[in-house]
């Protein structure tokens, strides 16, 4: 097993859990548990460092959770009426492949922002990514 800083995908977590008498099958459980839980984590601190990054652009009025969860917007960005902009969701994705497999997902001329950002992507970095998309629906910032 490759080192790894996931609890649940640590040998010591495995040895550890074998000691307190669990099962393979009861050890899978909980590491597909954990592995759950660390992936919902990992996407909660993202959307956080969206809101965080986008809230200071000067013609974003405010960031706030998606009103329409069910259709994966995450975020909702609402626009100061002089910036000429419509409100527009946005799609956080923690992962490359979950970023392919959402884009591959939506529908052609949806009016939506999908952003990949890792833990180490900077509020600059998120800031740049937004406004290139942003103009290429718009066509202008």
Do not use: C
């Given at each position: 097993m490759r080192w790894t800083e996931r609890e649940e995908a640590r040998l010591d977590f495995v040895l550890e859990q074998t000691k307190r008498g669990k099962t393979a099958e009861e050890i899978d459980e909980l590491r597909a548990q954990e592995w759950e839980l660390s992936a919902r984590d990992?996407?909660?601190?993202?959307?956080?460092?969206?809101?965080?990054?986008?809230?200071?652009?000067?013609?974003?009025?405010?960031?706030?959770?998606?009103?329409?969860?069910?259709?994966?917007?995450?975020?909702?960005?609402?626009?100061?009426?002089?910036?000429?902009?419509?409100?527009?969701?946005?799609?956080?994705?923690?992962?490359?492949?979950?970023?392919?497999?959402?884009?591959?997902?939506?529908?052609?001329?949806?009016?939506?922002?999908?952003?990949?950002?890792?833990?180490k992507t900077s509020s600059t970095k998120i800031r740049r990514i937004f406004k290139a998309k942003l103009k290429q629906l718009d066509g202008f910032i």
């Open positions: 990992r996407g909660i601190e993202s959307e956080q460092r969206v809101i965080e990054a986008l809230i200071h652009l000067d013609f974003v009025m405010d960031v706030a959770p998606g009103k329409d969860d069910k259709r994966g917007n995450d975020l909702w960005v609402s626009f100061y009426p002089d910036s000429e902009h419509r409100d527009i969701s946005v799609q956080v994705k923690s992962s490359w492949t979950a970023f392919y497999g959402f884009r591959s997902r939506e529908e052609k001329g949806e009016r939506r922002i999908i952003i990949k950002v890792g833990p």
